[in-house]
Each structure stands twice: as structure tokens, then as C-alpha cells.
């Protein structure tokens, strides 16, 4: 392990404020230069900005592998979505459906209707095989090259127990996040269609 006294002669040009960037890579250049320090920053879009980016990245995945279906209106769920959508950039494996939207068809979706894929997480890939549960995590990771962050659900007994977790959040995630029950959005969903 290096002593801090080895960190203190390393060749920074400057310190930029730790409190207010996080690296998410360092990147040395050869000996010959001076050591630089990169850092990725994130911006922070306000909801309606974020539809309209997603909107304009599932219309030009047309080379996707996986559909993942996800509700647009969970707000654990959009985290994990947008990191996807993230990672999907360099990539532009999976297409992301949102369930939520006005726009979803169950019939583009292999007939999974609204009520289905409330229920857990779907992914279908390019050749009509539909994954769910952690299964479907997987795929998704693997697609975007983060396989390895799910590898050990592949084996049991962890398969089982990963399962039978998720199937518990899946139950309730709508009265974890705060939202009404399905049977009410169900509900209201079908209001909005009769108006």
C-alpha cells in the first residue's frame, strides 16, 4: 500500500473540489507527462427534459437485441432505467419501453398487456424469448457489459434466494415508492380512456 507521503509527489496540477465531483475514472499518461486526473460529470435534467430524451433514444434504437419494459412512473425503477440508458449509448442494445406511456401497445409487445408487466420486470429479446424476474436483470446487464455484476445469480442456491427477493419487492414496490395500488391505477387508467 503506498504511503500517503508517495501520493503527495504525484504531479497534480490542480485539486479540483472533491466535495463536488466524484472520478469515475483516473487516466495516467506516460511518464513523460505530467499525471491528469479525468473526470466524468452527470447532468441533472428535469423530468419533462428526461421523457424527451428517452423518448428520442428508443426511436433511434432500431438495432436492438432486448426490450426492456419498465414503468415509466416508479421512480426506483427510472433510476435503474436511466443508468441503463446510460450504459446503452455505447452500445444501443436494448430498446426501452415504457408501460406507463400512452403509447404502449401489447400487441408490439408479444401480448403482454399493461396489468402483466406491472407485475415484475420483462424483457424480450430480439427473438421473442421473454425473461422475467432477476433473469431479465441479467440479460439487460449483459447487454450493456455488466454481466459480471449478476453472474452469481446464474447458480443456486443464490438463484433462488435472488428470486424469491425480488418477487417480494415486485409485490409491493408500489406501496414502497409511495403509489396507489394496481387495482386503483387500473382504474384510473381506464377513466382516462373513456374520457
Same mark, same amino acid.
Given at each position: 500500500?503506498?504511503?500517503?507521503?508517495?501520493?503527495?509527489?504525484?504531479?497534480?496540477?490542480?485539486?479540483?473540489?472533491?466535495?463536488?465531483?466524484?472520478?469515475?475514472?483516473?487516466?495516467?499518461?506516460?511518464?513523460?507527462?505530467?499525471?491528469?486526473?479525468?473526470?466524468?460529470?452527470?447532468?441533472?435534467?428535469?423530468?419533462?427534459?428526461?421523457?424527451?430524451?428517452?423518448?428520442?433514444?428508443?426511436?433511434?434504437?432500431?438495432?436492438?437485441?432486448?426490450?426492456?419494459?419498465?414503468?415509466?412512473?416508479?421512480?426506483?425503477?427510472?433510476?435503474?432505467?436511466?443508468?441503463?440508458?446510460?450504459?446503452? +449509448? #455505447?452500445? /444501443? %442494445?436494448?430498446?426501452?419501453?415504457?408501460?406507463?406511456?400512452?403509447?404502449?401497445?401489447? &400487441?408490439?409487445? @408479444? !401480448?403482454?398487456?399493461?396489468?402483466?408487466?406491472?407485475?415484475?420486470?420483462?424483457?424480450? +429479446? #430480439?427473438? /421473442? %424469448?421473454?425473461?422475467?424476474?432477476?433473469?431479465?436483470?441479467?440479460?439487460?446487464?449483459? &447487454?450493456?457489459? @455488466? !454481466?459480471?455484476?449478476?453472474?452469481?445469480?446464474?447458480?443456486?442456491?443464490?438463484?433462488?434466494?435472488?428470486?424469491?427477493?425480488?418477487?417480494?419487492?415486485?409485490?409491493?414496490?408500489?406501496?414502497?415508492?409511495?403509489?396507489?395500488? @394496481?387495482?386503483?391505477?387500473?382504474?384510473?387508467?381506464?377513466?382516462?380512456?373513456?374520457?
Amino acid at each position: 500500500m503506498a504511503s500517503s507521503g508517495a501520493l503527495s509527489r504525484l504531479p497534480f496540477r490542480s485539486t479540483p473540489p472533491s466535495s463536488f465531483i466524484l472520478p469515475s475514472r483516473i487516466v495516467f499518461l506516460p511518464r513523460s507527462s505530467p499525471a491528469v486526473i479525468r473526470f466524468q460529470t452527470r447532468s441533472v435534467y428535469s423530468k419533462p427534459k428526461l421523457k424527451e430524451i428517452a423518448q428520442h433514444n428508443d426511436q433511434s434504437s432500431n438495432s436492438w437485441k432486448i426490450k426492456m419494459l419498465y414503468d415509466g412512473e416508479c421512480p426506483l425503477c427510472l433510476r435503474e432505467v436511466n443508468m441503463l440508458r446510460e450504459r446503452n +449509448q #455505447s452500445y /444501443g %442494445t436494448i430498446k426501452f419501453i415504457d408501460i406507463s406511456s400512452d403509447d404502449y401497445s401489447p &400487441e408490439e409487445n @408479444l !401480448g403482454l398487456d399493461y396489468k402483466t408487466a406491472m407485475g415484475r420486470i420483462h424483457a424480450i +429479446q #430480439s427473438d /421473442g %424469448t421473454v425473461y422475467t424476474n432477476v433473469e431479465a436483470f441479467r440479460r439487460l446487464y449483459e &447487454e450493456v457489459g @455488466l !454481466g459480471w455484476l449478476y453472474t452469481l445469480t446464474k447458480y443456486e442456491p443464490i438463484s433462488s434466494i435472488v428470486n424469491a427477493v425480488y418477487k417480494i419487492w415486485a409485490k409491493y414496490r408500489l406501496q414502497l415508492t409511495g403509489r396507489p395500488s @394496481l387495482e386503483k391505477i387500473l382504474e384510473s387508467k381506464k377513466k382516462e380512456v373513456e374520457r
